[in-house]
């Protein structure tokens, strides 16, 4: 499995506050992605990044920034945080050789519990 | 967009027995990739097991395998002689070939493994 780092692991904050999870990977892979688990409703995309240059919003990317600083680095950014972000936060790494196999799998880091008061 | 459906929020299975896990989906592709994923109480996400669309053969690993059925899309998943270390939630996945090859959850079904 990848090696993928995610700090904090926990975080408590308050409405208002620029917040920044940290992302990094030992793997080399390409792609990073950032999820959001809330319960009740599994896990959803904030944002990707396909290579450094190359970043893309998810379905629920508002209120929410992303740097990719390097390869194995992706961080997410809260700019003001606010209540409704509390949440689970995982970030996901996977390669891709353009054909099926286990290159195209994601794998996760262990996650940011992130407590917006 | 695609949508995967767990109707299961929650499941409990004897120690040593087997169970069945359900997932359904909807797409109108035919090249995807399908998805089960635990997570224990320690928040990690570990793949369990993963199938290509294109393959008829179902997928194994160990004691776990699935039932694809892609005209029915739906994609179970069996745990055989369910050990306490089972214990977790269970999301199946759904991810496209193409575009953002962002993966679409699930809900999760809770496993509960009675000793």
């Known amino acids: 499995d990848a090696d993928v780092t995610q700090t904090p692991r926990n975080r408590i904050t308050k409405t208002g506050k620029r917040i920044m999870l940290e992302c990094s990977q030992t793997?080399?892979?390409?792609?990073m992605y950032w999820y959001r688990q809330d319960p009740g409703l599994g896990l959803r995309l904030i944002y990707y990044?396909?290579?450094?240059?190359?970043?893309n919003k998810g379905e629920i990317s508002d209120g929410y920034s992303v740097s990719r600083q390097a390869q194995a680095k992706f961080s997410l950014s809260l700019e003001s945080a606010i209540p409704n972000q509390t949440a689970l936060y995982f970030c996901?790494?996977?390669?891709?050789?353009?054909?099926?196999?286990?290159?195209?799998?994601?794998?996760f880091g262990p996650g940011t519990r992130l407590t917006v008061l | 967009a695609q949508t995967v459906t767990q109707s299961q929020p929650e499941m409990s299975v004897q120690e040593a027995e087997t169970v069945t896990l359900s997932c359904t989906y909807d797409?109108?592709?035919?090249?995807?990739?399908l998805f089960w994923y635990k997570q224990p109480p320690s928040r990690q996400m570990i793949l369990v097991i993963r199938?290509?669309?294109?393959?008829?053969q179902n997928a194994t690993e160990n004691r776990f395998s699935v039932n694809f059925q892609k005209a029915a899309k739906s994609f179970s998943l069996k745990i055989s002689d369910s050990q306490l270390g089972d214990a977790a939630m269970y999301f199946c996945?759904?991810?496209?070939?193409?575009?953002?090859?962002?993966?679409?959850f699930g809900q999760g079904t809770r496993l509960t493994i009675n000793p």
């Open positions: 996901a790494t996977s390669d891709y050789s353009g054909t099926s196999g286990s290159a195209d799998t994601q794998y």
């Open positions: 793997k080399g892979h390409d792609r």
């Open positions: 990044s396909f290579d450094v240059k190359d970043i």
């Open positions: 797409t109108s592709e035919s090249d995807y990739y």
């Open positions: 199938q290509e669309a294109y393959k008829q």
């Open positions: 996945a759904y991810r496209s070939s193409q575009g953002a090859q962002k993966l679409v």
